[in-house]
């Protein structure tokens, strides 16, 4: 394994680790802010710039389809991340508040953040101890 994946996956599964245990402690301001966030036009600008640089940043360090499942996964971030920068840069806030609200993340909370937190443990323990 590439010490680019080792890294990337340390880094990806301690940030995943880290935002699902904020966000489970503090469901309440969690939600609060998502939504306000999903009607922000700046905030969807300001999140959409972010997240077309961590992608595009991951996609050129780390374009790699073969290698076993943590090499696989830390690619897919990438291109997910790219993904929704795009998304957030291209579609009407609207269109994104609409769409945040139909995965059904207020109802599902607890499953979305649970496996939130599976995936990074998995992630962050199969890169440290590579």
Do not use: C
């Amino acid at each position: 394994m590439s010490p680019t994946t080792i890294f990337l996956g340390r880094l990806l599964g301690l940030y995943l680790i880290a935002i699902s245990i904020a966000m489970l402690a503090s469901k309440r301001r969690t939600l609060a802010t998502l939504d306000e966030m999903a009607r922000s036009g700046p905030w969807m600008l300001f999140s959409g710039l972010a997240a077309t640089a961590a992608g595009l940043a991951i996609v050129l360090a780390h374009n790699v389809w073969t290698g076993g499942a943590l090499t696989v996964v830390v690619t897919l971030f990438g291109w997910a991340a790219l993904l929704k920068g795009a998304s957030l840069l291209l579609v009407p806030p609207e269109q994104m508040a609409a769409a945040y609200k139909g995965v059904g993340f207020k109802r599902f909370f607890h499953v979305w953040m649970g496996a939130v937190l599976v995936l990074g443990l998995w992630i962050a323990l199969d890169a440290f101890a590579s």
